[in-house]
């Protein structure tokens, strides 16, 4: 007994510590694997997090520093076994958004915000997490993420042309950004042209062919796609040993400049009230954005090998990670699609592998950080340009509208709300777009005549189908849920399409009604009391167990002008057995 309450004990322990399941089985050849993996993406992940805390307005340092406890904290909180978390480039983007300003106007360094940015992040993530919150991820359709990471890629790649050409500009918005570097192209500085768009070139020509070209030279495909992405490492250690070996500084050419060797420190994030009301919104919407983004990863990743996480744990694994950012000198962070993908094909077996990530990361911030004193601004530009136009894809567009005009309003607003207003405008339309067509798709139901299919006991739309009907009998079908935003609307159908004909029963053909509240069920017995008015009865048919049990406390079976069926086929049958006799005639 002891020993069966001890597993009890671990099995509900595990449900918020993971690491307790996994641990368990873990074994020499999941730490194979891991250790592997951790390699691979510790050398991704060096240029990656120096160019994103760049993007950010943060010392290069910020995206090392974010890179560490957050992995291993997510390792112990998170359910997925490949996602790999740290600083993203749309997250980036958001946070100097945010940041930015708020520095400004506070006169705290916008490192010092982004750490108040970060807890506040965290904060929400893990109470969103505790109270069984992730649907509230839901409020943003998949056509509108589309829309504002398209956008964010844009405005990404664009911000980062000024580091490219060696000149000034700024902006929050794409016509800003246009305005200040076409402003300053005079000045443009060739010898950090010639750095950057050589950088440019060769991570180009290396994503796109020098996985083809290792594999000519004998390599296996596995080991040529690893090789392949080490092209930013193979980029940085180029321009960096050119930077040192001319003296590019003396010729004009930007730096990262020194970095701070040693693990990240303990940090306080500064708490004012002013800064916290500022950070409020940005920070809730870096969290419900880094959500999305984060949790379709893992679920992608998880699918392919038949796993499953959790969405709810891992609003409490990323809230964890970014805590742990706010009090080690980090950023916001989530997972990343294009580190995880890497870590999933380098084998990860187990989060244990981005722990693994952290202890390389933090060897690198104690032994390279004097290498990245030389390493040019252009080249980190030119890894954000070739990594964030990835996200951008105007053939959602295209998509959108062939499908849907009304997603594609949406996604063509949330472009242009992001592109002309900024990173917070963007996402809050999208949001407030994404409830107001849920609201207005909901307010304006599908309702349909049905008629009986000759031969069979099925029902189908009469403009769809050669169908039996009665015209005394009207059979209605509404395909949604009844609730006070659009039981008015049936109402209305049925009224007016009595108007007039001699229609004696109306059936309301209730399969795809999985709900009906409160405000529905007294326009029900509104729509009841006019209707025997009228000379006309109401019946239910094919009503669903819960919905039925919810109607059995409530007088409107009790006082209802006519039957409940079991079918649709019962009904009519019953209302109608001339229109059913002619269905066995048409089978014959």
């Not at 252009?378 to 964030?388: E, G, H, P, S």
Request: without cysteine; proline residues 6%.
């Amino acid at each position: 007994m002891p020993g069966v309450k001890m597993s009890s004990i671990l099995s509900g322990a595990a449900r918020y510590f993971p690491v307790l399941d996994w641990g368990r089985r873990y074994d020499r050849q999941a730490l194979s694997a891991d250790l592997l993996a951790a390699v691979i993406v510790t050398i991704m992940l060096i240029p990656q997090s120096l160019a994103y805390a760049m993007l950010a307005g943060l010392p290069p340092v910020t995206g090392l520093y974010a890179s560490i406890l957050p992995l291993i904290l997510y390792a112990l909180f998170g359910t997925s076994r490949a996602l790999a978390v740290g600083p993203v480039a749309v997250i980036a983007l958001m946070t100097a958004a945010a940041a930015g300003p708020v520095a400004a106007r506070t006169g705290l360094p916008p490192a010092a915000v982004a750490l108040t940015l970060a807890l506040l992040s965290g904060l929400m993530l893990v109470a969103m997490g505790l109270l069984r919150l992730g649907f509230l991820a839901s409020f943003l359709s998949h056509p509108v993420i589309g829309g504002f990471i398209t956008a964010s890629g844009i405005l990404i790649a664009t911000s980062q042309l000024r580091h490219l050409l060696g000149i000034e500009a700024g902006g929050d918005t794409l016509p800003e950004m246009i305005a200040t570097l076409a402003a300053h192209l005079g000045a443009i500085h060739w010898p950090t042209v010639a750095v950057g768009l050589g950088a440019l070139a060769f991570l180009v020509w290396s994503r796109r062919s020098l996985r083809p070209l290792l594999i000519r030279f004998g390599l296996g495909s596995g080991a040529a796609g690893m090789m392949a992405r080490t092209g930013p490492v193979l980029a940085v250690a180029a321009t960096t040993t050119a930077a040192w070996g001319l003296d590019l500084a003396s010729h004009g050419v930007r730096l990262v400049g020194e970095v701070p060797q040693g693990l990240p420190p303990l940090t306080m994030p500064p708490l004012s009230l002013e800064l916290l009301g500022a950070l409020a919104v940005p920070a809730l919407l870096i969290s419900i954005i880094g959500f999305v983004e984060s949790v379709s990863v893992a679920q992608t990743l998880a699918a392919k090998k038949r796993q499953r996480i959790r969405p709810d744990q891992e609003l409490v694994a990323l809230g964890a990670a970014n805590l742990g950012a706010a009090f080690t000198g980090g950023m916001p962070v989530t997972g990343g699609f294009a580190r995880s993908v890497v870590n999933f094909d380098a084998g990860a077996e187990t989060p244990a592998a981005g722990a693994f990530t952290a202890l390389g990361l933090a060897v690198a911030s104690l032994t390279l950080t004097p290498l990245i004193a030389w390493l040019p601004q252009a080249t980190l530009a030119a890894t954000i340009i070739v990594a964030v136009l990835s996200l951008v894809d105007f053939g959602l567009l295209r998509r959108a509208w062939t499908y849907s005009k009304a997603d594609f309003a949406a996604v063509a607003a949330t472009i242009v709300a992001t592109l002309g207003f900024g990173v917070e405008t963007g996402v809050t339309a999208g949001v407030i777009l994404s409830l107001v067509l849920h609201l207005f798709k909901t307010a304006r139901p599908h309702i349909a005549e049905v008629g009986l299919v000759p031969g069979t006991q099925h029902f189908r739309n009469i403009r769809r189908h050669a169908v039996l009907t009665d015209p005394a009998v009207l059979q209605v079908r509404i395909d949604q849920s009844l609730t006070f935003f659009n039981a008015r609307a049936l109402e209305d159908w049925i009224l007016n399409r009595i108007a007039g004909s001699p229609v004696r029963h109306v059936v309301l053909m209730a399969s795809a009604i999985n709900e009906i509240d409160f405000s529905a069920l007294e326009t029900l017995e509104s729509l009841d009391h006019r209707l025997r008015e009228a000379g006309i009865a109401l019946h239910l048919a094919e009503v669903k167990g819960p919905v039925m049990d919810r109607l059995a406390g409530t007088p409107f079976l009790r006082d209802l002008s006519g039957r409940v069926f079991l079918s649709q086929y019962e009904a009519l049958q019953t209302l109608s057995p001339a229109t059913t006799a002619a269905r066995v005639e048409a089978a014959e």
